[in-house]
Nanobody, 127 residues
Framework: QLQLVEFGGGSVQPGGSLRLSCAAT????????IGWFRQAPGKEREGVSC????????HYADSVKGRFTISRDNVNNTVYLQMNSLKPEDTAVYYC????????????????????WGQGTQVTVSS
């Protein structure tokens, strides 16, 4: 059974950076498309970024394009989300998710396409 755990959340000032990690146990993450999602208080969960398993194609929400970078380290069974130039509106609980199909990672990053989820990590951007 694939299990996902997120690390790296915390508090940072606007303009700062954080790197989130999504570590997997139980299965080889290399065969899964991975998505990062976030949910702010009072809002629906939204797709932030995703990366495919095969050709490593990536997609980003317009709100984070140019600031966030997703990458994967198949040797360490981990996917990362590097977040730069953080803004207060980036404050949310961030979740990683995995799906055994690259169709889950497209221009629209939909939570309904992903089967396996981590427990989330809080990111707070505030001065």
């Amino acid at each position: 059974q694939l299990q996902l755990v997120e690390f790296g959340g915390g508090s940072v000032q606007p303009g700062g950076s954080l790197r989130l990690s999504c570590a997997a146990t139980g299965r080889t993450l290399a065969y899964y498309a991975i998505g990062w999602f976030r949910q702010a208080p009072g809002k629906e969960r939204e797709g932030v970024s995703c990366i495919r398993s095969a050709e490593l194609r990536t997609h980003y929400a317009d709100s984070v394009k140019g600031r966030f970078t997703i990458s994967r380290d198949n040797v360490n069974n981990t996917v990362y989300l590097q977040m730069n130039s953080l803004k207060p509106e980036d404050t949310a609980v961030y979740y990683c998710a995995a799906e055994n199909s690259d169709y889950a990672c497209g221009r629209r990053i939909l939570e309904s396409e992903y089967e396996h989820w981590g427990q989330g990590t809080q990111v707070t951007v505030s001065s």
